[in-house]
């Protein structure tokens, strides 16, 4: 794909993430995850019909009415970009839409193990905002550690920092990190462990 400017920025860093990551990996993972957000990517298949075949889409649909018509056009965006798509929180969604897999928020984090029984082919991530508190790990495929970086998000949580992810990574699981990513920061994060990032805004503004 020709990429330039931030786009290529972005996209080469996540590649050598998950180069580096490849040994702890049960399975190959998307190195940039592409997450959604009803009010800062109103239209996020514009962006996903832009992003690089092997990226992937992290829809959110936050229990909006519009969510399975949103949800289906993401599939048909990027089904025909090679690109991944995991639904947010909703498993009976992700089935609809033929996804790819689920991501969890951090209080449901046990129901993968459920989920990864039920369908095996699933890529299932779980969101991880603190040190590890003793819940199973078990059915996940990889974890989303946030905020590692200052950001302007309403929703932000504590920050975790780069100490935070390290301590996510020693956990054993492929590890993302997420908040704050950009070009600017993004290189702080080689030699991290992580195995790709997540983004919002900087992703959209570099892909869409």
């Given amino acids: 794909m020709d990429l330039s400017g931030d786009a290529r920025t972005l996209w080469d860093a996540a590649v050598a993430l998950a180069r580096a990551a ?3 990996s049960p399975r190959p993972l998307p190195p940039l995850l592409f997450f959604t957000d009803p009010v800062r990517t109103p239209e996020p298949w514009r962006t996903a ?3 690089p075949e092997g990226a992937a889409v992290v829809f ?5 009415e519009d969510a399975p018509e949103t949800a289906w056009l993401l599939r048909e965006a990027t089904e025909a970009r090679g690109v991944r798509l995991l639904i947010g929180d909703d498993a009976a969604l992700a ?7 689920v991501h969890l928020p951090a209080r449901r984090r046990q129901e993968a193990t459920r989920l990864k029984a039920a369908r095996p082919d699933w890529i299932v991530t779980a969101a991880v905002h603190q040190a590890h508190d003793g819940t199973s790990l078990e059915g996940l495929d990889a974890l989303i550690a946030s905020p590692i970086f200052p950001t302007a998000s309403a929703s932000a949580r504590p920050l975790i920092g780069l100490e935070g992810l390290s301590s996510t990574v020693a956990l054993g699981l492929p590890v993302y990190a997420l908040g704050g990513v950009s070009p600017d920061t993004v290189r702080n994060l ?3 462990g992580a195995c790709g990032f997540a983004g919002i805004e900087a992703i959209q503004r570099a892909f869409g």
Avoid: T, Y
Avoid at 60 to 64: E, K, L, N, Y
Avoid at 95 to 101: K, L, P, T
């Fill in 22 to 24: 490849a040994p702890v």
């Fill in 190 to 192: 080689l030699g991290s």
């Fill in 95 to 101: 089935e609809e839409v033929a996804a790819d897999g």
């Fill in 60 to 64: 959110r649909g936050f229990g909006r």
């Fill in 49 to 51: 019909e832009r992003l």
